[in-house]
């Protein structure tokens, strides 16, 4: 069963409407339902080393380069654990 499509990336969090190619990319080439194109390419994670805690100060950093306000860069940060990627993780 297909998995059904994500409005955001479920590592990162970017809204898959914004991603420039429409997102990732699984083994087969096709387009993937659940992750961006900065994270995830032919089925596997971009950064396959990355923790939560990477993410989160990843995302604060580049909504502060996007000049968005630090207080809406933490509360967006905040719910990165509870993504597909995170949540699974042991």
Known sequence: ?????????????????????????????????????????????????????DMQLLVKQKMKEMKLPSLMAWLFARGIPKLHRWRHKS
Request: glycine share 14%; aromatic share 8%.
């Open 1 to 53: 069963m297909p998995h059904r499509r994500h409005r955001l990336c479920q590592s990162c969090g970017m809204p898959l409407a914004k991603d420039p190619k429409g997102g990732g990319t699984n083994k087969d080439g096709g387009l993937s339902t659940m992750y961006c194109s900065r994270c995830y390419e032919y089925g596997e994670f971009t950064q396959p080393d990355m923790t939560v805690d």
